[in-house]
């Protein structure tokens, strides 16, 4: 059995169904890119996988290295070793950003981790995302900008070493040189052996990070998959040629041509309020 598989997955918002039976395994070291149109999913089935409660699954089963994912809690499911970088992550003001790291990482730890030790390892890590260190004593996500949360999300990914990682457009809100960082660190712990599941905006991103696989969700379903060559093709042509040559039907949420869809607008900001 691969590291997650997912069998008929069918999840809803706010009784709206989304996912209408999603199928996927993910094998130990795979670096996967998730594709689709605006809407379709995508962003839905990594909240699924996490557990964020307001998503409903309705059928289907996630397995995790053979243990019933669906069965455990938010931050049981974060403790065998799945984590989820957020599109959009929440200001939190009054918790310091350094007392939730610490927490964080002690909750993984059958010994806590000594004060000299955790300063040695969170100065490391600040070092090489670029992130002056005195934000560590800054609340959670408070007055950051995007790219600042999303180079913090990276951040926690490293301290955490998490076997199985789950990427929500991490590269939204990040300039070239910030990209550039955020690749770096994701095909490093990659080759410490962490799993990817990657939504991306932009083909610059997979460019860097080399996906070992791409597969496409359209109506809440995953339609087909293949190597990097399916990410160029989408980029250069949009999703129009899935109904074309596999006779699917796009329904879009949105006025654009699907000739005109590409992988920059592919990803989802509307999860919870039930448009995706």
Partial sequence: MGLLEIKGLK????????????DLKIAPGEMVALLGPNGHGKSTLLASIMGNPAFQVKE????YNGENVLSLSVDKRSKIGMFLAMQ???????????????SAMNSH??????????????EGAYKEMGIPFEM????LNEGFSGGEKKRNEILQMKLLKPSFAMLDEIDSGLDVDAIDVVAKEICKEREAGTS??????????????HPS????????????????????RIDHEGYEWIHRELGISVEKEIDTPMSNTSIGVCATKEALDGTH
């Avoid at 999840?11 to 999603?22: S, T």
């Avoid at 990817?196 to 083909?203: E, M, P, R, T, W």
């Fill in 11 to 22: 999840v809803a918002v706010q009784e709206k169904e989304i996912l209408k039976g999603v």
């Fill in 60 to 63: 289907g089963s996630i397995d």
């Fill in 88 to 102: 959009n992550p929440i200001e939190i003001a009054g918790v310091n950003y350094s007392d939730f790291l610490k």
């Fill in 109 to 122: 730890l059958e010994k806590k981790l000594s004060l000299f030790q955790f300063i040695r390892q969170i």
């Fill in 136 to 139: 560590a004593q800054r609340g």
């Fill in 196 to 209: 990817f599941l990657v939504i991306s905006h932009y083909a610059r991103l997979y460019d860097l990070i």
């Fill in 213 to 232: 696989r791409a597969v496409v969700m359209i109506n809440g379903r995953i339609v087909t998959e293949g190597g990097p060559e399916l990410i160029k």
